[in-house]
């Protein structure tokens, strides 16, 4: 079974910065896309980034310019550099694969952005 594991959150302070990595248990050239999710409390899960395997990205409007998405296929991990955080970027961050027919979650990594 293909899992995807989070890790690099935590607390940072307004105006900081964070790397979120995504590990995949498996070759990450089979998923197409990748892309990084959100959820704040009380709100749903919306989509931050996207990434396809033919190199192209997308951002949501509110993180262009601050997020950076991005694959390395030799550890078979996905990466969101984040930068300039505010406290409205506060959440839980899932990694999501397409991966065949599957659509795969990871379990989440909190960020929170406080003073």
């Known amino acids: 079974q293909v899992q995807l594991v989070e890790s690099g959150g935590g607390l940072v302070q307004p105006g900081g910065s964070l790397r979120l990595s995504c590990k995949a248990s498996t070759t990450i050239t089979s998923m197409n896309p990748m892309g990084w999710y959100r959820q704040a409390p009380g709100k749903e899960r919306d989509l931050v980034a996207l990434?396809?395997?033919?190199?192209?990205?997308n951002y949501i409007d509110s993180v262009k310019g601050r997020f950076t998405i991005s694959r390395d296929f030799t550890k078979n991990t996905l990466y969101l550099h984040m930068n300039s955080l505010k406290p409205e970027d506060t959440a839980v961050y899932y990694c999501n694969a397409r991966y065949g027919s599957a659509n795969i979650w990871g379990q989440g990594t909190q960020v929170t952005v406080s003073s």
């Open positions: 990434s396809t395997i033919g190199g192209s990205t």
